[in-house]
């Protein structure tokens, strides 16, 4: 598995807006995209440093992921996403090695992303993410 370097870093936030406020306002970054994943449930709102992204969630739903995290753990870090060049590779190797999947194939995330999530219960603790970006390739 070739993991090239953290694509991002997910924070669950109540409210995306007072959250995009902070990191603007108090930080200095800028929030260069807001999105809706409506399979996911989720409003995300992304800012970049150095190579680095933060990715802030505001759940759309009551049942969605996101709110029942914010529901059991309270807003915090979600989880840490790793770029990777080929994600069935590197989700294969993953179980190979005994993690459990969440997601066994890759599907649709923000900003076109493949993503497929490892389960936070063989990760110590962290929900862990690997995405592709199949777009950008040459």
Avoid at 3 to 20: F, P
Avoid at 75 to 103: C, P, S, T, Y
Wanted: glycine share 8%; charged share 30%; hydrophobic share 40%.
């Amino acid at each position: 598995m070739e993991l090239t370097h953290i694509e991002h870093i997910g924070i669950a936030v109540k409210d995306l807006e007072a959250a995009i406020a902070y990191y603007e306002n108090i930080l200095g970054l800028k929030c260069y995209a807001v999105e809706e994943v409506k399979d996911q449930k989720v409003k995300t709102a992304f800012f970049k440093i150095g190579q680095t992204k933060i990715e802030l969630l505001e759940s759309t739903a009551s049942d969605g992921p996101v709110a029942k995290f914010i529901e059991k753990r309270g807003e915090g870090i979600h989880h840490m996403a790793f770029a990777v060049n080929n994600i069935e590779n590197a989700l294969a190797e993953a179980e190979q090695k005994g993690v459990r999947l969440i997601d066994k194939q890759p599907r649709k995330g923000a900003e076109g992303l493949d993503i497929a999530f490892l389960h936070p219960k063989n990760t110590f603790g962290v929900l862990t993410e690997f995405c592709e970006d199949r777009k950008n390739k040459s």
